[in-house]
């Protein structure tokens, strides 16, 4: 896989990018050739959850297409959905602030409300929680004591599934949560973990005692999330880069964000990012460039190969970071065995053959 595969848009995304993010003059046209151009009724499910943040664009640009009232149907849909999504998140949060631990909401959830101008505009499907690492076990115990299913699904998080309703469904809104002890899949250690604690603040809008990642991490976290592999190129993260850069002009402290995507060997990651975002030319980029380095052709293919990497090839790299020899084969095991707990002996071992265990979100 190449980095065009792995994260570049193509020419209609980068239309539909800049009909989001631009200024009038170049959004209106933009919208229009986007327009002209999909293939509606294929789209994909993170452009899908653009649709929101495009209805309100394109009816303040005063766009007219056939396309336009199913998008404005997209939007109805996301309002309803946000709501109700919204209503059982503060359910589980409340449940949780018991506990008396800071609750870190991350991805959409802490986006919607800090960075864009509705929540609607950021759509979500699941809740991610990042939690103190001396938390982490009581927030399990609770979560079960809702009636709640966990799994591992990798080091940095556990998968909690809501319990369904009598005839076996779920009632609309009701989520996955994820429980988080890193925001990032390849760094998970204490250590790691505890300085992004030490920098959070508060969500506009939510309770007390519900937090999100402060600016530098917030940015640094949508970056190095954005790249990784999907059979569908996601775009959501570049117009969360932006939004986080507008969102507050100044606000970001661009030597700590060095020396934290430095310390978190996420550096090439992010400067790779930001290349990209820079290239559509809708929000001014000097000083990141300033506090990055050039990324050499040989750390490219390196993130690129490390992004794409599957099965026990990526859960091995996935420790390099968090442990010597000993620590990572215990770290293996004990998700060995959650697995096998979980799914059985002939699921893992498949997954194995396959080269399963995609890069995780």
């Avoid at 938390?135 to 299913?149: H, I, K, P, S």
């Avoid at 060095?258 to 001014?284: I, K, N």
């Avoid at 293996?332 to 699921?347: P, S």
Wanted: charged fraction near 20%; hydrophobic fraction near 50%; proline fraction near 7%.
């Amino acid at each position: 896989m190449s980095e065009r595969d792995l994260f570049a848009p193509d020419a209609l995304q980068v239309q539909l990018l800049l009909a989001l993010l631009a200024e009038p003059e170049r959004a209106r046209p933009a919208a229009q050739a986007w327009l002209e151009g999909v293939a509606f009724d294929a789209l994909d499910e993170g452009t899908r959850r653009l649709m929101p943040m495009l209805h309100s664009r394109l009816a303040v640009m005063h766009v007219a297409h056939p396309l336009v009232p199913r998008i404005r149907g997209l939007y109805r849909q996301a309002w309803y959905l946000d709501s109700a999504r919204r209503q059982h998140m503060q359910g589980v949060l409340a449940a949780l602030a018991g506990l008396n631990t800071p609750l870190v909401v991350l991805k959409g959830v802490a986006l919607g409300q800090y960075a864009y101008d509705t929540p609607v505009h950021r759509p979500f499907v699941d809740m991610d929680v990042l939690v103190h690492p001396d938390a982490f076990d009581a927030v399990v115990g609770r979560m079960r004591a809702m009636g709640y299913t966990l799994r591992r699904e990798m080091f940095h998080a556990i998968c909690a599934m809501p319990p369904a309703r009598g005839d076996g469904l779920r009632a609309p809104g009701v989520m996955e949560l994820d429980l988080h002890r890193s925001p990032y899949a390849e760094v998970f250690g204490r250590g790691h973990v505890l300085p992004l604690l030490d920098r959070v603040v508060p969500v506009p809008g939510m309770a007390a005692g519900v937090a999100m990642l402060g600016a530098e991490d917030q940015l640094l976290h949508t970056l190095s999330h954005g790249l990784r592999p999907n059979a569908v190129m996601p775009v959501r993260w570049m117009v969360d880069a932006v939004q986080l850069l507008r969102v507050q002009p100044g606000s970001i402290d661009w030597t700590l964000f060095a020396d934290e995507a430095a310390r978190l060997d996420q550096a090439a990651v992010a400067r790779m990012a930001l290349d990209v975002v820079a290239g559509l030319d809708v929000v001014r980029m000097r000083a990141p460039f300033n506090s990055l380095p050039a990324v050499r052709p040989e750390a490219r293919a390196r993130v690129v190969r490390e992004r794409t990497a599957r099965g026990a090839r990526l859960i091995w790299q996935l420790t390099r970071r968090n442990g010597g020899l000993w620590r990572r084969v215990g770290l293996i095991v004990g998700l060995l065995r959650d697995r096998v707990a979980a799914d059985g002996w002939g699921a893992v071992l498949r997954a194995a053959w396959r080269g399963g265990a995609s890069h995780p979100g």
